[in-house]
């Protein structure tokens, strides 16, 4: 639970935290991790598929995002990157590494995941399932050259996390979305939702 106030800058898992607090302590005891970089060190490259895909959130230090033809970014105490390895299958579109020492809490994608899907309260998993699937419609339509690894400024996380949040859900219109999941996480959504699965990617509804 301690590190909970560093999750919380991120507005899901604040939200998260209050829905479901136990299922929100069993995330912090099982499926968090901290990382120390050196100076120059490369968290993950452009193209790179991660291993052990992970969410990263920066507690100490500063580093710098790169890619190609776009102006680098400085990244500083409290921003995260890599939030697309909870909900999909992932490929780094860019290269971080540390400017200074660093240290970084990292969520572990796939003990995230389980922990989840596991609840038995209906409001524990729909809130993360709704929430992939419109941070999913956001990187569907977006054009590859301006998908990021860091928080997206155009993408409203806030705004988002309210219209998931199944306490306080907005009235939606139906809309299909492709989603690629991955692991566990592909086949909870698809038990939760009642979908069907084929070459990796669900076809769900919002409704």
């Known amino acids: 639970e301690i590190n909970m106030p560093i999750m919380e800058a991120h ?3 604040k939200v998260y ?3 479901a607090p136990q299922l ?3 995330v912090c005891h099982l499926a968090l991790d901290r990382l120390q ?3 120059g060190d490369v968290l993950f490259s452009d193209g790179e598929v991660p291993k052990r895909p992970g969410m990263y959130f920066l507690m100490t230090g500063k580093m710098q995002y790169l890619q190609e033809e776009r102006k680098p970014q400085n990244m500083h105490f409290g921003a995260w990157a890599s939030e697309a390895v909870l909900w999909t299958q992932w490929m780094h579109y860019g290269s971080l590494r540390a400017r200074t ?3 970084l809490l990292v969520l572990i994608a796939e003990v995230f995941q389980k922990c989840a899907t596991s609840s038995g309260v209906t ?4 809130f993360p399932v709704t929430y992939a699937q419109l941070f999913l419609k956001h990187l569907n339509a977006i054009e590859d050259e301006l998908i990021t690894d860091l928080e997206d400024p155009d993408m409203d996380i806030a705004w988002i996390t309210a219209r998931a949040n199944p306490t306080r859900r907005c009235q939606r219109r139906g809309s299909p979305l492709l989603l690629q999941q991955s692991g ?3 086949s909870s959504i698809a038990a939760k939702l009642g979908v069907s699965s084929a070459g990796g990617i669900i076809t769900s509804m919002v409704n």
């Open 11 to 13: 507005p899901f898992f």
């Open 17 to 19: 935290a209050e829905l």
């Open 24 to 26: 929100m302590r069993q």
């Open 37 to 39: 970089l050196s100076r």
């Open 101 to 103: 020492e660093c240290t």
């Open 123 to 126: 409001a524990h998993w729909e």
């Open 184 to 186: 566990a996480w592909k």
